[in-house]
């Protein structure tokens, strides 16, 4: 009975062991992907935004094209829908858009950063865009085109550029 005794012990001792080390191991194996897992960089809110806004390349344009539509839009319902399918809220219209997030200088613009341009120049911003980097910015401004990629140094969006707001936090 002494041995029976001791011997459960035993192998309640070394199941405890066993399950310490297991446990022990798996979460030394465990930390490195959760600790990525929990820094989720800026570029690749970025990268997704992009990723995103590219998937409608070709979407016709339509001047008050209603929020939340993917089949027509105009500037800012475009990146208004982008960025929250991202999870970031924008409001519905370029001027509401240029009033959230940090100014950035049109020299310090990163991909995912919104562009704001006054194109009638009548002294009020009327189009937004998101910088995709390499100086290219993805939007849409006109019927005919849709959503489209365009060159952004030395374009009317340059020449009427306002301001530029990062959202991405």
């Known amino acids: 009975m002494i041995n029976t005794k001791k011997s459960r012990i ?3 001792i070394l199941g405890i062991t066993m399950s310490l080390s297991v ?3 798996g979460n030394m194996l465990a930390a490195p992907q959760s600790a990525q897992a929990a820094t989720v960089s800026k570029a690749s809110v970025a990268d997704k935004i992009i990723a995103t806004g590219k998937r409608y390349l070709g979407v016709p344009y339509k001047f008050g094209a209603p ?3 993917t089949n027509v839009f105009d ?3 475009f990146t208004q829908y982008v960025f929250k399918k991202n999870g970031i809220n ?3 219209s370029s001027r509401q858009q240029a009033t959230v997030g940090t100014k950035v200088a ?5 991909p995912g950063d919104l562009v704001f341009s006054d194109t009638n120049r009548d002294g009020k911003i009327n189009h937004v865009s998101i ?6 910015l993805l939007h849409t401004y006109r019927v005919g085109v849709g959503v489209t990629i365009s060159n952004f140094k030395g ?3 340059d020449k009427t550029f306002v301001t530029a707001r990062r959202v991405i936090r």
């Open 10 to 12: 035993a192998k309640a």
């Open 23 to 25: 446990a022990v191991t």
């Open 67 to 69: 929020a939340g539509r």
């Open 75 to 77: 500037c800012s319902s």
């Open 90 to 92: 924008l409001p519905r």
């Open 106 to 110: 049109k020299s310090q613009l990163k």
């Open 131 to 136: 910088y995709i980097g390499n100086g290219k």
């Open 155 to 157: 374009s009317a969006w």
